[in-house]
C-alpha cells in the first residue's frame, strides 16, 4: 500500500512540474511574441501598396489591411506565388479588392515601371509598406551592379518611394513604413565600399541595408515635413519566414540542433506583422514621423541610425545610384 501511494505521490508531482514547466513555456513563448496592434482603425476607400506581400510577414500585414477594408496592392517578384497569396488574402480577408503588381526590386527598370503603373491606374496612395527584402545572401549583383542586399533592401525601396512621392502627398495625411531589423544596430554605411567589394561578409552587408532603412526614414522626414506624409521604421522580431533560406543551410550542422528547438519560440509571421500594422494604421502616430518601433511602441534606434548628417550623405549617395536629384 505504501508503495502504491509513494508511486501515485511521484506521479503527481510529475503532473505537476510538466503542468508549471507548460505554463511557463507558453508564458514565455507569448512574451517573445511581443506587443499587439490594438487600433480598431478602418480603411474603407484608403489604398495600401505593400513589396514582397506573397509571404511571411508581408503576406499577414495584406490580410490585415484587408480585412480593414484598404484596397492592398501587392507588389511581388514572383506573380503565380503572388496571385496565389492574393487569393488567399481575399479568402481570409473577405475582400476582393487584392490586387498584384509586378515588381523586381533588383531592377531600377522595374521599380521605375511600377511606379509608373501605380501613378496612371490609382488615383491615391495613403500607405506604402516597403517590407521585401533579402537576407544573408551570397555576393550577389543586381541587374545594376549593386550589391543585393543593398541594392534590394535600401536602394530599390529608395526609388520606389521617391517616385511615388507626388501621389502620396496627394492622398495625405499618408504614410511610409519600412520594415527594418534589429540588425541595425550592428550595422555602419561603408561610404568607401558601398558594395563591400573588398570584404564582403553577408551579415555584415544585411547589417548595412538594415541601417540604411533607418537612415532614410529619418532623412525622408525631415524633407516631407508639412507635407502630410509621415514614416516609420521598424523592427519586426526574429520571425519564422522565408528570408533565412539564404543562410541556414550554410550554417554548421551542429547550430542547427542547437537553434531548432529554439524556432517554436520565435515569432509567427502574424505576430512579426504586428508592428508593421501598428505603424501603418495607429491613430496616435498621425503627428509622428522619422522614429524607429519595435513591439507595437517606439524605441531608441542605434546612435549611428541617429546621426543626421550620415543620413544627409547617404540620400545624395542613394539619390546618384538610382539617378535621381539629391
Known amino acids: 500500500m505504501q508503495s502504491l501511494m509513494a508511486i501515485i505521490g511521484q506521479y503527481r508531482k510529475t503532473i505537476a512540474v510538466a503542468t ?33 506581400a506573397n509571404t511571411g510577414i508581408g503576406k499577414e500585414t495584406a490580410v490585415d489591411l484587408a480585412s480593414r477594408g484598404a484596397k492592398v496592392i501587392l507588389a511581388c517578384r514572383d506573380m503565380d506565388r503572388a496571385n496565389k497569396a492574393a487569393e488567399d488574402i481575399r479568402q481570409r480577408s473577405g475582400n476582393d479588392n487584392v490586387i498584384v503588381k509586378k515588381l523586381d526590386l533588383a531592377s531600377l527598370q522595374s521599380v521605375r515601371q511600377l511606379a509608373k503603373d501605380i501613378e496612371g491606374s490609382e488615383e491615391r ?5 516597403n517590407n521585401a527584402g533579402v537576407m544573408s545572401c551570397p555576393k550577389w549583383q543586381t ?10 533592401n535600401h536602394l530599390g525601396h529608395f526609388l520606389l518611394t521617391n517616385c511615388l512621392l507626388d501621389l502620396l502627398k496627394k492622398s495625405a495625411p499618408s504614410r511610409i513604413v519600412n520594415v527594418s531589423s534589429l540588425a541595425h544596430e550592428r ?5 568607401d565600399d558601398i558594395h563591400q567589394d573588398k570584404d564582403y561578409r553577408p551579415w555584415r552587408s544585411y547589417s548595412q541595408s538594415k541601417l540604411a532603412n533607418v537612415l532614410f526614414t529619418r532623412q525622408l522626414a525631415n524633407r516631407l515635413q508639412g507635407t502630410g506624409v509621415t514614416t516609420y521604421s521598424l523592427h519586426p522580431g526574429v520571425i519564422r519566414t522565408e528570408l533565412g533560406r539564404h543562410f541556414w543551410p550554410t550554417m554548421p550542422l551542429w547550430k542547427r540542433v ?19 500594422i501598428y505603424c501603418a494604421v495607429e491613430e496616435s502616430l498621425q503627428n509622428e514621423t522619422g522614429l524607429y518601433y519595435s513591439d507595437c ?27 535621381l536629384a539629391s
Open 143 to 152: 541587374e545594376d551592379g549593386f550589391e543585393m542586399q543593398f541594392g534590394v
Open 187 to 191: 550595422g555602419q554605411i561603408y561610404f
Open 258 to 276: 542547437v537553434y531548432t528547438p529554439l524556432m517554436l519560440f520565435i515569432k509567427s509571421p502574424k505576430e512579426g506583422a504586428q508592428t508593421t
Open 125 to 129: 496612395l495613403d500607405v506604402l509598406i
Open 297 to 323: 511602441a517606439p524605441k531608441t534606434a542605434a546612435p549611428q541610425a541617429l546621426d543626421d548628417e550620415a543620413a544627409k550623405k547617404l540620400w545624395n549617395l542613394s539619390a546618384s545610384m538610382v539617378g
Open 20 to 52: 508549471i514547466t507548460g505554463v511557463g513555456l507558453l508564458g514565455v513563448k507569448k512574451w517573445l511574441a511581443g506587443g499587439v496592434c490594438r487600433s480598431r482603425a478602418r480603411l474603407d476607400g484608403k489604398t495600401v501598396l505593400i513589396t514582397g
